[in-house]
């Protein structure tokens, strides 16, 4: 039987009927705004990093082109030097294997643009940073520059000797309190100091028999210890890094290193012993940006 309703009921009725269709409406609205906000911030924050990424490869490249620059110009400026000055003599040693570290960046870089390695911590900057700065101070030294009024004693280095080994920042203090323009015996001590300095980075790091059990073909000097070629070798292998390019980049830029201590120990200099302020400016600085690079490959 068909249930029978006032007008005043209907007129409910069709009134419930249609909040209900206003609720149903209204619902389905919010949800579309909901949707429609989510799909906003998605798109702003895809945006964002679409702008900042890009921003970084601009910063990236741009910083990569003034390496490059830089590097071109140390090396033109050397090459210069090498057949107009006399004063390469001094600096065989450093020429020598300053060409070196320059072959040796060269297969770094070839590795990557071959694709053989993917350079996954951006080493290949790094080292191309390191060569120009190699470069750089032998041309310092080839044809000396004001180092003004900087201080022989303040450094660059802050917490990456000390991160390694709190001795380590010791020995460098040390270091720099012997390298006294004054002090004739300036450069031979801090040679002496800064060459151990960089050994005890990578032992501290790269500790013999860490090596040995890592690698029992391990390279042995000989007396039988871990070769400085092999503590390298383990070192960038702990990221994944050690490819053989990198690893003789590395290795030819520590010989870089301490050829140019070979040469300040043997080299002639002013009265007395006494080096002039600018070589020993330009000595302590590519130290310390040796130290520096090396803390970024072996931490």
Partial sequence: ?????????????????????RRAVDQANRAIRDYNR????????????????????????????????RLQNELRRLSASRTTSTVTVRY??????????????????????????????????????????????????????DPGEGDLRSTALTTELTDIDPELHARWTGALFALN???PDAARHF???????ITMMLDREAPDSVVKA???????TPSGGVSRRAKIHYC???????????????????????????????????????????ELVVLKDRVE???KFLYRIIR
């Fill in 1 to 21: 039987m068909v249930r029978r309703v006032s007008p005043a009921q209907f007129r409910s009725m069709i009134r419930q009927a249609e909040q209900k269709q």
């Fill in 92 to 145: 065989r040693t450093s020429t020598s294997l300053i060409t070196a570290v320059g072959q040796s960046f060269g297969g770094v870089e070839s590795a990557v643009e071959s694709g053989r390695w993917a350079d996954p911590d951006n080493l290949l900057d790094l080292a191309e940073g390191e060569t120009a700065d190699s470069v750089a101070a032998l041309n310092r030294l080839i044809a000396p520059e």
């Fill in 191 to 197: 040679c002496t100091s800064a060459r151990e300095l």
């Fill in 289 to 291: 940006r040796a130290v």
């Fill in 38 to 69: 989510t799909v906003d911030d998605f798109n702003r924050k895809q945006r964002q990093a679409v702008a900042e990424y890009n921003r970084e490869v601009r910063s990236t490249n741009a910083r990569v082109r003034a390496d490059r620059t």
């Fill in 236 to 278: 960038l292998g702990r990221k994944g890094n050690d490819i053989e390019e990198m690893v003789e980049f590395v290795h030819a830029d520590i010989d870089g290193v301490i050829g140019l201590f070979d040469d300040f120990n043997r080299g002639t200099h002013g009265a007395a012993g006494r080096f002039p302020l600018a």
């Fill in 181 to 183: 323009p004054k002090n």
């Fill in 214 to 220: 890592a690698n029992p073909d391990y390279l042995d």
